[in-house]
């Protein structure tokens, strides 16, 4: 039961142009939320995080909301580089439990100079 | 440097023949854990260790086992590799998970393929 769910595998999109990635979640449980970005041949990286308490957080070009009603998250990044093509990773859980954190299968962005 | 090391980064076995992947952390975190990610799945975890000498099952722990001696080193260990355990693993550390910010660490990946 995939408790976290990343519907676009891969998104493509013009450098300068804002990139959305979704991300929907089941358990209404959880109430802390994260982006990880993963370049080839590496592990994911920590990129930027929600909890619930809030709708929106802003870290330079990227931009994380969360619409807790709907159980839906997105992340936008603008504009877009060429280096943000990556694998982004959605995660989500609880506060101080590391071990309901639920991850995504990710969303493969390409950004086209 | 920070950073969360895996050794080796790419293996290729046969079936029945153990292997160990290690993984260290220079961090002095508390937590450490292992996931498999597959295609279409996302990052599955195996096991997990909230200190040295706790450790305890993920969601998929079958096959695998694995030890915390040290708070630095959290191996992996496959007694009988089976050709459904090719994947590739990733070891994650973390500070003090009762920390709100439950940011993850992860090393480059174990690339497994068990013939």
């Known amino acids: 039961d995939q408790q976290v769910k990343q519907n676009s595998p891969s998104l493509s999109v013009q450098e300068g142009r804002i990139s959305i990635l979704n991300c929907d979640y089941t358990?209404?449980?959880?109430?802390?939320f994260l982006w990880y970005k993963k370049y080839p041949a590496e592990g994911p990286t920590f990129l930027i995080s929600i909890s619930s308490i809030k709708d929106k957080n802003e870290d330079g070009r990227f931009t994380v909301f969360l619409n807790k009603s709907a159980k839906h998250l997105s992340l936008h990044i603008v504009p877009s580089q060429p280096g943000d093509s990556a694998v982004y990773f959605c995660?989500?859980?609880?506060?101080?439990?590391?071990?309901?954190?639920?991850f995504g299968a990710g969303t493969r962005l390409t950004v086209k100079p | 440097e920070a950073q969360v090391t895996q050794n080796p980064r790419y293996l290729i076995t046969v079936t029945g023949k153990k292997l160990t992947v290690t993984c260290s952390q220079n961090m002095n975190h508390e937590y450490m854990s292992w996931y498999r990610q597959d295609p279409g799945l996302g990052l599955r975890q195996i096991y997990y260790s909230m200190n040295v000498e706790v450790t305890d099952k993920g969601d998929v722990p079958e096959g695998y086992k694995v030890s915390r001696k040290e708070k630095r080193n959290f191996p992996l260990i496959l007694e009988s590799p089976s050709p459904n355990q090719t994947s590739l693993y990733f070891c994650a550390s973390s500070q003090d998970t009762r920390l709100a910010k439950n940011i993850q660490y992860f090393g480059a990946g174990t690339r497994l393929s068990v013939l």
């Open positions: 358990n209404s449980m959880f109430d802390y």
């Open positions: 995660a989500a859980g609880r506060p101080g439990n590391n071990n309901d954190m639920r």
